[in-house]
């Protein structure tokens, strides 16, 4: 005797579409095809979705795909305002106890960053508040990295990337380091400000209908590598910086947030070729052992 066949009802829909990919060889696929539909469906009979809406949503996609061309990814944009950039980031990089948060990369990160010797200025045009960064590199358990690697970009005093700038030489705000014998590193740089996301296309137009802005706060990039290490990438924000409470991507988490304190140490400032007053940072990036 045959068996009845299970047919698509709006009662047993996410069963009958998940069972579809019942023969999927890669089982990591499958269980991945599998959630997603059994959520997809509970979000839409949970909000009671309409055509119109689908369709709405579907036109949104099109033009989301649309926007995207060799310089701009709309749908990671669309990730990172919905939060799953940063959710997947801090799955990723659950850091053990002493180790460094991380967050998300963002999308002006250039793989060839310009070499630079210590204490080396990475602001090459003038502008901006005059910006000390020291740190070093560490294990999760505080023991020194000797040559460590640290990359570091930033925004300028206008809330601008080099790469968004006609008027500014290649490199103008990023920086690679190899640390000393200790792990320590140190550059100058000026106080960056803050900065909006793209919101000229689809995803600023649901960040707008949302009520929301596009705002990210003040911060420095670091990508920090070293033997036997998993590679960090995080940020560092400016304490007294606005958005704090409300970035755009969710990328502040308390550990990031850091003093940019007004110094007036002649000493520290001449030994960098700086004048007083500028401002200072130090900065730890510990790492966690390689899995």
């Known amino acids: 005797m045959s068996q009845t066949p299970v047919r698509f009802s709006e009662e047993r829909s996410e069963d009958v579409v998940a069972a579809s990919f019942a023969g999927a060889r890669d089982a990591r696929l499958r269980q991945v095809l599998t959630s997603l539909v059994r959520h997809l469906h509970a979000f839409a009979k949970d909000v009671e979705l309409t055509q119109a809406e689908l369709d709405a949503a579907v ?11 060799d310089t701009r990814q709309e749908f990671v944009l669309l990730s990172d305002v919905l939060g799953l950039s940063m959710l997947v980031d801090t799955m990723a990089n659950r850091a053990p106890a002493g180790a460094t948060d991380s967050t998300v990369l963002g999308p002006f990160h250039l793989v060839d960053s ?3 010797r210590l204490g080396d200025a990475i602001s090459l045009v003038p502008g901006g508040e005059p910006t000390l960064v020291t740190g070093q590199v560490l294990a999760a358990g505080g023991h020194p990295l000797p040559g460590a690697v640290v990359d ?3 925004a300028d005093e206008k809330g601008f990337y080099d790469v968004q700038r006609d008027d500014v030489p ?14 320590r590193f140190a550059f100058r740089t000026i106080l960056p400000a803050p900065y909006p996301i793209p919101d000229d296309g689809p995803v600023g137009e ?3 209908a949302a009520g929301r802005h596009p705002y990210r706060p003040a911060h420095i990039h670091f990508i920090a590598g070293a033997d036997g290490h998993a590679p960090l990438t995080t940020h560092v924000f400016v304490s007294e910086s606005p958005y704090l409470d409300s970035d755009a991507v969710f990328g502040v988490k308390d550990s990031l947030v850091l003093d940019f304190v007004r110094a007036q140490d002649a000493e ?20 966690r052992e390689s899995r």
């Open 152 to 154: 570091v970009w930033q």
């Open 268 to 287: 520290l400032a001449a030994a960098y070729g700086m004048t007083v007053p500028f401002r200072h940072a130090h900065v730890e990036l510990r790492l």
């Open 206 to 208: 649901l960040l707008a």
């Open 114 to 116: 310009p070499p630079r």
């Open 59 to 69: 036109g949104f996609l099109t033009r989301t795909g649309q926007t995207c061309d």
């Open 170 to 183: 290649t490199g103008h705000l990023r920086g690679l380091f190899t640390c000393d014998e200790q792990g």
